[in-house]
Nanobody
């Protein structure tokens, strides 16, 4: 049974930091990439950051320079360090795992930034 479990969300003041974690279990296909998405109610889910097996990273323009994605490939974990948080970063953040067979999603973790 595949499980993606996110943690680390919460309430933080603008300018503060949070670190999201996601651990994937039960995936036996080769993992190509691990990503973080976010979604605000009533809007489409958007890609925040991604990291490949080769440790190549990409970021949404809105988070470049503030967020850092990293990965522990041996343990199927991915992290998102979020600094200088802004009110507009408030959203539910989802972990996403890409294999050669399909995509997997976590249940999401709420991040709320108060201004």
């Amino acid at each position: 049974q595949v499980q993606l479990v996110e943690s680390g969300g919460g309430l933080v003041q603008a300018g503060g930091s949070l670190r999201l974690s996601c651990v994937a279990s039960g995936i036996y296909s080769r993992i190509i990439a691990m990503k973080w998405y976010r979604q605000v109610a009533g809007k489409e889910r958007e890609l925040v950051a991604g990291i490949t097996t080769g440790v190549s990273t990409n970021y949404a323009d809105s988070v470049k320079g503030r967020f850092t994605i990293s990965r522990d490939s041996a343990n199927n974990k991915v992290y998102l360090q979020m600094n200088s948080l802004k009110a507009e970063d408030t959203a539910v953040y989802y972990c996403n795992v890409v294999t050669g067979v399909r995509l997997y999603w976590g249940q999401g973790t709420q991040v709320t930034v108060s201004s």
